[in-house]
Nanobody, 124 residues
Framework: VQLVESGGGLVQTGGSLRLSCVASGFNFDDYIIGWYQQAPGKEREGVAC????????WYVDSVKGRSTISRDNAKKMMALEMHNLQVEDSGVYYC??????????????????WGKGILVTVSS
């Protein structure tokens, strides 16, 4: 199983970025895929996730309205677009996948498969 993130980096406050993740080694269609953030000095926190079966999407309150998660099952890819970035959005972002049977709890209580993470730094 592999989840490989890309698209992180340094962004100024108010800017935008797009994180991408390519998956392999499992049946992508049957998984809830999402993103977690680990801010400096804090625990990992769910940011967004999407379930394939019904298109159900969840966002943490802090990114609602300025972020969009999407998935391309044919390419086994997913993306997270974030706009109006704030310093609090800084941290390591992890691409995650959990079996659909886990339910949407996997969006915030912990997932099954994890990428290695990619760093996002928002400068003021």
């Amino acid at each position: 199983v592999q989840l490989v993130e890309s698209g992180g980096g340094l962004v100024q406050t108010g800017g935008s970025l797009r994180l991408s993740c390519v998956a392999s080694g499992f049946n992508f269609d049957d998984y809830i895929i999402g993103w977690y953030q680990q801010a400096p000095g804090k625990e990992r926190e769910g940011v967004a996730c999407i379930r394939n079966s019904d298109g159900n999407i969840w966002y943490v309150d802090s990114v609602k309205g300025r972020s969009t998660i999407s998935r391309d099952n044919a390419k086994k890819m997913m993306a997270l677009e974030m706009h109006n970035l704030q310093v609090e959005d800084s941290g390591v972002y992890y691409c995650t996948a959990a079996p659909a049977v886990w339910g949407m709890d996997a969006c915030y209580y912990g997932s099954d498969y994890w990428g290695k993470g990619i760093l996002v730094t928002v400068s003021s």
